[in-house]
Nanobody, 126 residues
């Protein structure tokens, strides 16, 4: 069993920044790829970013590329999503997820993730 706890969400003005954290427990965190997804009201959950187990490869959705930066600290069992130049369309509940599989790949589909956090709200005002 894996527990994921997100933090760092909140209300920010357009152009501002936030850093989300995801603390993991209950499994060998460093062996698995991690990802972030988000879900806005009335919309489906969408992929935001993913990182391989080593932290050497990160992948981003086009909508957040060059604005968001994903990193991980395996010693602290924590993943960080640094969000900059935030836009109102970034408003959503953000979810951290741990992949089903160990290995060197990253994953972009929600079905490839086995464990999810409870989500943290990010609201960007115009």
């Amino acid at each position: 069993q894996v527990q994921l706890v997100e933090s760092g969400g909140g209300l920010v003005q357009a152009g501002g920044s936030l850093r989300l954290s995801c603390a993991a427990s209950g499994r060998t965190f460093s062996s698995y790829s991690m990802g972030w997804f988000r879900q806005a009201p009335g919309k489906e959950r969408e992929f935001v970013s993913a990182i391989t187990w080593s932290g050497s490869i990160m992948y981003y959705a086009d909508s957040v590329k060059d604005r968001f930066a994903l990193s991980r600290d395996n010693a602290k069992n924590t993943v960080y999503l640094q969000m900059s130049s935030l836009k109102p369309e970034d408003t959503a509940v953000y979810y951290c997820a741990a992949a089903r599989y160990s290995g060197t790949n990253y994953y972009t589909r929600s079905t490839e993730y086995a464990y999810w956090g409870q989500g943290t709200q990010v609201t960007v005002s115009s």
